[in-house]
T-cell receptor, first 115, second 114 residues
Framework: EPEVTQTPSHQVTQMGQEVILRCVPI?????FYWYRQILGQKVEFLVS????????KSEIFDDQFSVERPDGSNFTLKIRSTKLEDSAMYFC?????????????FGSGTRLTVV | AQSVTQLGSHVSVSEGALVLLRCNYS??????LFWYVQYPNQGLQLLLK??????LVKGINGFEAEFKKSETSFHLTKPSAHMSDAAEYFC????????????FGQGTELSVKP
């Protein structure tokens, strides 16, 4: 069964450093998403991406965050200057249709720890 | 704005017992509703979804959920728990005009005792 692959599975970074989280969506999917889960809290929507541009973003997704699909296969989330509160599990997801009713495929997540 | 509340952050059942995980939603328009499961060190896997067809939805691994509009609920059930059902379960809501964004509940950790 096709999978969404996220790398790395764990990343530790120092506060203020830039970090890039990588995702390889399912090859024929067109819609891409990032979610995060701070330990003990809800899974929260960050951003959706379609046709090489952001479709929707949450209030969390401020100027410190950016996404891109640099080579037609990878989908990356960049945090420019990490803060302690960015420590969380970050999930990538992809879908071949617009609308959650078709269901996403989620990756296994990247656990980001900012120290 | 829509929201999801899962009652009980931890639920413990004995193997073979009924599993009931509660989810209530708030939405101004008919929602799409989902249950996802997360096994340790794995991603979120779709268990089942309600998209305005039959109100009783059957999913994978013997789970089912019933959409009750009058109660704004979408509780997840399984008649007989198995040890392999131990995981974190998330209820989520989406609206048809929201571009695919999911709003999640806080999750319920299910433990299964032998």
């Amino acid at each position: 069964e096709p999978e969404v692959t996220q790398t790395p599975s764990h990343q530790v970074t120092q506060m203020g450093q830039e970090v890039i989280l990588r995702c390889v969506p399912i090859s024929n999917h067109l819609y891409f998403y990032w979610y995060r889960q701070i330990l003990g809290q809800k899974v929260e929507f960050l951003v959706s991406f379609y046709n090489n541009e952001i479709s929707e973003k949450s209030e969390i997704f401020d100027d410190q965050f950016s996404v891109e699909r640099p080579d037609g296969s990878n989908f990356t989330l960049k945090i420019r200057s990490t803060k302690l509160e960015d420590s969380a599990m970050y999930f990538c997801a992809s879908s071949d249709h617009l609308g959650a009713d078709y269901g996403y495929t989620f990756g296994s997540g990247t656990r980001l720890t900012v120290v | 704005a829509q929201s999801v509340t899962q009652l009980g952050s931890h639920v413990s059942v004995s193997e073979g017992a009924l599993v009931l995980l509660r989810c209530n939603y708030s939405s101004s328009v008919p929602p799409y509703l989902f249950w996802y499961v997360q096994y340790p060190n794995q991603g979120l896997q779709l268990l089942l979804k309600y998209t305005s067809a039959a109100t009783l939805v059957k999913g994978i691994n013997g789970f089912e959920a019933e959409f009750k509009k009058s109660e704004t609920s979408f509780h997840l059930t399984k008649p007989s728990a198995h040890m392999s059902d131990a995981a974190e379960y998330f209820c989520a809501v989406s609206l048809f005009n929201q571009g695919g964004k999911l709003i999640f509940g806080q999750g319920t950790e299910l433990s299964v005792k032998p």
